[in-house]
Nanobody, 115 residues
Framework: QVQLVESGGGLVQAGGSLRLSCAASGTIFRIAIMVWYRQAPGKQRELVATITSGGTTNYADSVRGRFTISRDNAKNTVYLLMNSLKPEDTAVYYC?????????WGQGTQVTVSS
């Protein structure tokens, strides 16, 4: 199993930017599909962005063009750069690693966007 630790959340005004990081343990990170999810109060967890081991990315329609997912395999880290933040982006953001048919989760990091 992959150990994941997210960081970078915080409070930001609408229109601002944040960069989330997710540090992973182990060399198996290199073959993992990495995913950012988020969960707002009272709502189901939703997929935000994915990146494969080869660097192919995909985004939810709600964040496409504003968010960018990337990974640095040398640092075992995946990032989520969030620009033009909106109040509706407020949520706990979770990092997920999908590898060898197993999922690992981080503890989550809070992102709050004020209007």
């Amino acid at each position: 199993q992959v150990q994941l630790v997210e960081s970078g959340g915080g409070l930001v005004q609408a229109g601002g930017s944040l960069r989330l990081s997710c540090a992973a343990s182990g060399t198996i990170f290199r073959i993992a599909i990495m995913v950012w999810y988020r969960q707002a109060p009272g709502k189901q967890r939703e997929l935000v962005a994915t990146i494969t081991s080869g660097g192919t990315t995909n985004y939810a329609d709600s964040v496409r063009g504003r968010f960018t997912i990337s990974r640095d395999n040398a640092k075992n880290t995946v990032y989520l750069l969030m620009n033009s933040l909106k109040p509706e982006d407020t949520a706990v953001y979770y990092c997920n690693a999908h590898v060898l048919f197993k999922d690992s989760w981080g503890q989550g990091t809070q992102v709050t966007v004020s209007s």
